[in-house]
């Protein structure tokens, strides 16, 4: 017998009673990502992002810039996850907005825009978490028959540009950060050792494309002994730096000799510390099931690195689909359809905040 999840119970329900559905738009703007998407009865129906390429030449997202281009892609991109979804927005039950962390430039935007629509509208207003946003990801449902989601209790390895974290996720809304990075983030590591290797930014994807050619065995870098759940990647990006320095002293193109190899050997060594902390983590707490989320968990090793880890230790894992890795509406209108569902809504005051 085919099993119906409890979202498309409720779709089935709406129809057949001729209930009013429940319709989120939500709109995320907190680094250089806009993007709107819409969700009607849990099942998301859009999920449109803008990009912003004006970084690239400085290496690394200036915030005024950012801000600058989510006042251009607002709009757009709101009126283009609309349509996609084919609904017009005074069909809409509520807005739901990041509220942070991020950059507040950026999130003044994206809040400033759903609170004149919720206003317009006369509907209410709802904030998200960015990072409940990217852990809640997994539950992004686009209504196929073959879509998997953890089951709770599970951990969840929250790493991006701006955060490394192992979260335990007891429930939506009952969530546990156990562990954490001490100063720069996993994404934040790839991307400064890129620099110094003349990649432009961001680095994250490049480091991953290289290294693919690359031997990971070939260099050693240094890995940091933290007790407990947290991480470090000072120590790493540092020994990386000056192993770079102490060979371009001998020779001037050792970069360009050795790209995929310093890649591949930097990437590994940002796996092996990720993954070292998450095996201990579950095996401590004793559970089996484990979730990837954030913009580096669209790097092809750590994917990797977690299937062999479900496959080693008959442990149940999650990887997101490349589009729900990188920052993106459809992770904040999950989070934002199931507060709605709680009543959980935030007055037209509220403001953003850059962090927790
Ligand atoms: O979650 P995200 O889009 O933005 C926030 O930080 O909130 O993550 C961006 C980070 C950047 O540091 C980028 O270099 C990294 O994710 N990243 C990757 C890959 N794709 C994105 N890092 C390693 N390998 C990748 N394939």
Redesign the pocket.
Known sequence: MQAYSENEQLLTRNIIFGMKPTIILAIES??D?TSAAVIRDGILLSNVTASQKVHEEYGGVVPELASRAHQQNVLPVVDTALRRAGVDRHELSAIGFTRGP?LLGSLLVGTSFAKGMALSLGIPLIEVN?LQG?VLAHFVSEGKADERHPEYPFLCLL?????SQIVLVRAWNDMQIIGQTIDD????A??KC?KVMNLPY????L??RLAKEGDAERFKFAKPNLPGYDYSFSGLKTSFLYFLRDNLKDNPDFIEQNKADLCASL?KTVVDILMKKLRKAAKDLGISHVAVA???S???A?RNAFIDYGKRYRAEVYIPPFSY???NAAMIAQVAYYKYGAGDFCPIEAVPFARI
């Open positions: 907190s680094c990502d991020g960015h990217h790493v991006s540009g701006g955060n983030a996993a994404g934040e790839f991307d890129a961001p680095g994250g994807p480091i991953d990437q954030g913009g580096v669209a790097n092809s750590l890795t990188t920052d």
